[in-house]
């Protein structure tokens, strides 16, 4: 399977907790997207790299979450002290030039 | 700032007739623009884009999509629906210079046998 990877699939936490998700994007692409989507939602976006840099970032995207993608292949997001209103699906998508974005299957988070 | 309106929250249709899911944008400059599926529990599928060129943009499983500039629509369109075709549609935009999408709140179609 050469799409967009996604891990873990779903998640369960506290309120409270630090959860990390991690996006294994298409191989020679070198844009990574982070979305979000609520149920009912179309997805919201929340931040952009090309290569390892991180060129967009969503008001959405509060101090409380954090994205990496340290040699512009996978990119990791945490989110920190996690609240309710984080259960979300996490999706990540990747493209190149004349090619998608692609989304992956996303990282269900649910925070209880 | 870049928007995008899908008008219907729903659209049913029988099967072997055409089918059409609406879409309107609004940004500041030349549009790009997406149509993607989310079948349940699933990512997003990519469909098709229109980036230049021919208004009329064919894409994966039969779907093709007009864009008119004039009126500010990317309507999705496909000539014959199969009961496998029902499933939630989403519009997308971005303006020139931007990478983020700005996704419309979706369309569920409904493919009757």
């Known amino acids: 399977d050469t799409g967009v990877s996604q891990d873990p699939r779903h998640k369960i936490t506290k309120r409270g907790q630090n959860v990390t998700f991690r996006c294994d994007p298409i191989?020679?692409?070198?844009?990574l997207y982070w979305y979000r989507q609520t149920l009912g939602q179309g997805p919201e976006f929340l931040t952009y790299?090309?290569?390892?840099?991180?060129?967009?970032k969503s008001r959405l995207l509060s101090d409380r979450f954090s994205a990496e993608r340290p040699k512009g292949s996978f990119s990791t997001l945490e989110i920190q002290r996690t609240e309710q209103g984080d259960s979300a699906m996490y999706l990540c998508?990747?493209?190149?030039?004349?090619?998608?974005?692609?989304f992956g299957p996303g990282t269900r988070l649910t925070v209880l | 700032a870049q928007s995008v309106a899908q008008p219907e929250d729903q659209v049913n249709v029988a099967e072997g007739n055409p089918l059409t899911v609406k879409c309107t944008y609004s940004?500041?400059?030349?549009?790009?623009l997406f149509w993607y599926v989310q079948y349940p529990n699933r990512g997003l599928q990519f469909l098709l884009k229109?980036?230049?060129?021919?208004?009329l943009v064919k894409g994966s499983y039969g779907f093709e999509a007009e864009f008119n500039k004039s009126q500010t629509s990317f309507h999705l369109k496909k000539p014959s629906a199969l009961v496998s075709d029902s499933a939630l549609y989403f519009c997308?935009?971005?303006?020139?210079?931007?990478?983020?999408?700005?996704f419309g709140s979706g369309t569920r179609l409904q493919v009757q046998p």
């Open positions: 998508a990747s493209s190149s030039d004349g090619q998608g974005p692609y």
């Open positions: 191989s020679e692409h070198n844009r």
């Open positions: 790299f090309q290569n390892e840099a991180q060129l967009e």
């Open positions: 940004v500041s400059g030349n549009p790009y």
């Open positions: 229109y980036i230049t060129g021919d208004n």
């Open positions: 997308a935009v971005r303006d020139t210079g931007r990478r983020a999408l700005t």
